[in-house]
T-cell receptor, first 115, second 119 residues
Framework: SQQGEEDPQALSIQEGENATMNCSYK?????LQWYRQNSGRGLVHLIL?????REKHSGRLRVTLDTSKKSSSLLITASRAADTASYFCATDARAGGTSYGKLTFGQGTILTVHP | NAGVTQTPKFQVLKTGQSMTLQCAQDMNHEYMSWYRQDPGMGLRLIHY???????DQGEVPNGYNVSRSTTEDFPLRLLSAAPSQTSVYFC??????????????????FGAGSRLTVL
């Protein structure tokens, strides 16, 4: 079963606008990650936020995590056409030790940024 | 540094045929995994390995077999292909990052994917 549920399923914006994607999950997590997938390619890691963090920034990316609501959001500021891709959240639910790379992925949000 | 290499990129099989998807990584990562991606389903874990000689099942293991004889290679075998196995398959590798205040996190490095169609 899928741990993460993402919304919206698809998002279409103009260049320069901000894009916000949301992810909800069901169980306690060790950390939550966001990945990007360009059409026909593999997934690429964007950012990781630990369960004891509330917000994290990386360039134009801002991720928030609310463990009480079991939700996260990814904000891409000043979007560019090159940001067009699918974005996935992935949860690492291992309580201790390591997850051995076993992440649970959401269904993803398809982002289209129009020039 | 090639990262994670998957072959073939595309494959068409007939129902009942068997085949092996190859995966190799050159980053000396401990952990390797296979995921399948289907429309609207995200990625689902098929099998994973925590080191040479050690494998375990993921969420959707039926119809697939894996082995890991070396750190570098983690092939996925389809024993008797079925149309339900039509999908895009991704191999990933990772190692544990021990972050201050939290236990080992794993960031996955993915291959480019193998698109399999079973007729």
């Amino acid at each position: 079963s899928q741990q993460g549920e993402e919304d919206p399923q698809a998002l279409s914006i103009q260049e320069g606008e901000n894009a916000t994607m949301n992810c909800s999950y069901k169980t306690s997590i060790n950390n939550l990650q966001w990945y990007r997938q360009n059409s026909g390619r593999g997934l690429v890691h964007l950012i990781l936020i630990r369960s004891n963090e509330r917000e994290k920034h990386s360039g134009r990316l801002r991720v928030t995590l609310d463990t009480s609501k079991k939700s996260s959001s990814l904000l891409i500021t000043a979007s560019r056409a090159a940001d067009t891709a699918s974005y996935f959240c992935a949860t690492d639910a291992r309580a201790g030790g390591t997850s051995y790379g076993k992440l649970t992925f959401g269904q993803g949000t398809i982002l289209t940024v129009h020039p | 540094n090639a990262g994670v290499t998957q072959t073939p990129k595309f494959q068409v099989l007939k129902t009942g045929q068997s085949m092996t998807l190859q995966c190799a990584q050159d980053m000396n990562h401990e952990y390797m995994s296979w995921y399948r991606q289907d429309p609207g389903m995200g990625l689902r874990l098929i099998h994973y390995s925590v080191g040479a000689g050690i494998t375990d099942q993921g969420e959707v293991p039926n119809g697939y077999n894996v082995s890991r004889s070396t750190t570098e290679d983690f092939p996925l075998r389809l024993l008797s292909a079925a149309p339900s196995q039509t999908s895009v398959y991704f191999c990933a590798s990772s190692y544990s990052i021990w972050l201050a205040g939290i236990s080992g996190a794993n960031v996955l490095t993915f291959g480019a994917g193998s698109r399999l169609t079973v007729l």
